[in-house]
């Protein structure tokens, strides 16, 4: 059996809060392939969101490892760790954290600038991943000119311009309509299915519905783990009302 992407064995995570230790996570083990596409679902104060946090290797556990691409990475050096998160890792976010007054195109190649790639390089391989989430024609604009769901395209093609092992999608949805949504969807399950592993932390069951995998976090523990057979985003895009279907 191949080695799995992902690999959390017995993580926990407390903080302290004065006098109080409040365990956000008691335990967790579990594994993700590569390819796979799963979601994290939980109420809040379930830990999904510091599973998320260490996932990105954005925080460590207090104890237990963490193999990433068969690198061992909870313990790595601040230094070594920020490596890992800009070469490996793309991050999608609920509120875009665009620069506003940048284009799209220099938003995109922003992880770029301290890999020594030249400016020229930078920007085309920005380009080619502002095309692959259909934003060819909208390079030069700034944020502010674009909508909800086109300035969340400008950030998914920004997580995928170092090619990264791993997309980690933190309520990507959250701020945009229904319709906008299942676009998300249809694009996020799009680069899935070329085999990039996506992780989506989600708190709307329709959205996790996309997912092959779902996995339910509770008081710090997983509750829950099944395979889900997914909702084709594209179909579920052409039943919405106003929708254009053949005659």
Not at 203 to 210: P, T, V
Not at 218 to 227: F, H, K, M, Q, S
């Amino acid at each position: 059996m191949p080695e799995p992407l992902i690999r959390a064995q017995s993580f926990t995570k407390e903080y302290v809060m004065g006098s109080t230790v409040v365990a956000a996570l008691r335990g967790v083990s579990l594994s993700i392939a590569t390819g796979e596409f799963v979601a994290i679902m939980g109420p809040s104060g379930s830990g999904k969101s510091t599973f998320m946090n260490l996932l990105g290797c954005l925080d460590r556990p207090t104890t237990g490892e963490y193999w990433l691409g068969g690198e061992e990475v909870a313990h790595l050096s601040d230094d070594r760790l920020a490596h890992v998160r800009n070469r490996k890792i793309g991050f999608v976010f609920q509120h875009f954290n665009l620069l506003a007054r940048t284009s799209a195109l220099d938003n995109v190649a922003l992880p770029l600038l301290y890999s020594g790639m030249a400016q020229c390089e930078r920007q085309q391989r920005a380009g080619q991943r502002l095309g692959q989430v259909g934003l060819a024609e909208r390079m030069d604009h700034q944020p502010s000119q674009l909508s909800g769901g086109q300035q969340q395209r400008v950030a998914i093609a920004r997580a995928l311009v170092n090619d990264p092992l791993l997309l980690l999608a933190d309520e990507p949805t959250g701020a945009l309509d229904s319709r906008t949504s299942v676009e998300i969807m249809a694009l996020l399950q799009g680069l899935n299915r070329t085999g990039l592993t996506v992780v989506l932390v989600t708190h709307e069951r329709d959205i996790a519905e996309f997912a092959g995998r779902i996995i339910s976090f509770r008081d710090g523990l997983v509750v829950e783990d099944r395979a889900n057979p997914p909702r084709d985003a594209t179909e579920a895009l052409a039943s919405l009302p106003g929708s254009i279907t053949a005659a």
